[in-house]
């Protein structure tokens, strides 16, 4: 409605000054028109006059005009005109020709030029009512323009109206779905520029929640799964401290302390890694880490008449990763060579490149032709699935920047790189020592 009345005013505006610019316009052609015929029949009836003979003929005259013929006495002589004269007859004999409007007619005077005065006058006069009828018509089409012109606006007004209201409520719609957790919803295109774009950021706002809820639940699915090896761990202390009543339970309690212990440091690394994926602080020592887990990892292994050889390269530069992420990725590895298998677990840490390589590798038969795929049903921590958590380990390797690879099947090595923090005034870098084990396809 807005748009139409705005289309009123302004049809307003232009259409009352032409209305009476055409009234002005009628008027003064109509005044032309008068001077011009009065003019006409002063001529023909000058030679009359002046022989003193009363005219008798007068010209043919357009519609609604009316003429008058007066004598150098003021007398009428012919046609229609008031008697006495008036005014403008006077000052027509007095050789001042005069248009006026008297009593809603136009009157138009010119006099009837002798040798040397004016022998009479001619009056003609039109009604101003007259004028307004002819202009009626005008008027009338004038107006139905404007009609038809504010139907026109309304009738556009209301198509472009529904052309916008259409997606906005779309988008509306949207909006509310996103809100309430749908993030599959996605806006179609309206062919308008500006709610195109809008429904665009929609879109990809809606996109890049589904997949970071997607990726949260993997990571949260997957993190569930990598607790459960020291909740187990723990359980089982704690039932074979209960199998035996008469033992002494300290050991079986300083050991399950230290299994929560880990539970409790694992839980924490998880939700920091969770809500920090992309951060990276302070430079890791890899040895030092390595050389952390080394005592409790040799003494769980110990206990299956297995062993453990950690072997760290001299003069290794610090890694530019979280010791966070780095602990559980080869918390993940260690466990997984634990459970499923078998022999002597080594860990080699080495440089490769601009890159740290750690190296985990044990005897056993190796994780299969895709260790890094999640399993469809996860078992409980010591079921028989090799790959518990590797899903999780690959995600944490990437989020910093580095990456987990199988480089051999069986024995299965399974080598994380992560990018090296050198200094920034480098010496020219020592050769690389060889790879341990070169990287294959997995499965081969």
Same mark, same amino acid.
């Given at each position: ?7 009123? $005013? ?91 409007? $008297? ?15 004016? /022998? ?19 008027? #009338? ?40 957790? =749908? ?26 929640? /589904? ?41 079986? #309690? *300083? ?53 453990? *050889?950690? =072997? ?13 992420? $780095?602990?559980?990725? #080869? ?72 990456? #987990? ?12 790189? *992560? ?26």
């Amino acid at each position: 409605m807005l748009t139409v009345a705005t289309a009123a $005013i302004a049809v307003g505006l232009f259409g009352i000054p032409l209305a009476v610019g055409l009234v002005q316009y009628s008027l003064e052609d109509q005044e032309s028109v008068l001077q011009r015929t009065a003019s006409l029949t002063a001529r023909s009836v000058q030679s009359e006059l002046a022989r003193g003979d009363a005219p008798t003929v007068l010209p043919d005259l357009p519609a609604d005009v009316v003429l008058a013929v007066y004598d150098g006495d003021g007398d009428l002589v012919l046609g229609d005109g008031p008697e006495p004269a008036g005014d403008e007859i006077g000052r027509a004999l007095g050789g001042r020709g005069s248009h006026a409007t $008297i009593d809603g007619n136009i009157v138009v005077t010119v006099p009837v030029t002798g040798r040397h005065d004016p /022998d009479g006058a001619v009056r003609a006069a039109m009604p101003v009512s007259a004028v307004y009828a002819g202009l009626v018509p005008i008027w #009338l089409g004038m107006a139905g323009l404007a009609g038809a012109v504010l139907v026109t606006v309304w009738l556009l007004a209301r198509r472009q109206a529904r052309r916008l209201a259409t997606p906005l409520e779309d988008l509306a719609g949207a909006a509310r779905r996103l809100g309430e957790g =749908d993030f599959s919803v996605r806006t179609g295109r309206a062919g308008v520029a500006e709610i195109d774009q809008v429904g665009g950021a929609l879109d990809s706002t809606a996109e890049r929640l /589904d997949a970071l809820l997607a990726r949260e639940r993997a990571f949260s699915q997957d993190a569930s799964h990598q607790l459960r090896t020291p909740l187990t761990g723990l359980r089982l202390r704690l039932e074979a401290a209960l199998d035996r009543p008469d033992a002494d339970l300290r050991p079986a #309690l *300083v050991a399950g302390i230290a299994e929560a212990d880990r539970l409790e440091r694992t839980i924490d690394e998880l939700l920091q890694l969770a809500r920090e994926r992309t951060g990276r602080g302070e430079p890791t020592d890899v040895d030092a880490l390595v050389r952390e887990l080394e005592p409790a990892r040799a003494e769980r292994l110990a206990v299956s008449g297995r062993g453990l *050889v950690v =072997d760290v390269a001299p003069q290794l530069p610090p890694a530019a990763a979280s010791a966070a992420a $780095i602990r559980q990725v #080869l918390g993940v590895l260690l466990d997984n060579a634990e459970v499923h298998g078998a022999g002597t677990v080594r860990i080699v840490v080495r440089e490769s490149g601009e890159a740290l390589a750690v190296d985990v590798t044990d005897e056993g038969a190796g994780p299969g032709p895709d260790p890094f795929a999640a399993p469809p049903e996860r078992p409980a921590a010591g079921g028989g699935v090799h790959g518990i958590g590797l899903p999780l380990a690959r995600r944490l390797a990437e989020a910093e920047g580095g990456r #987990l690879v199988l480089g051999r099947s069986v024995p299965p090595v399974f080598t994380l790189f *992560v990018p090296a923090a050198w200094p920034e005034a480098v010496v020219e870098p020592a050769p690389a020592e060889p790879e341990p084990a070169e990287e294959v396809p997995l499965g081969r």
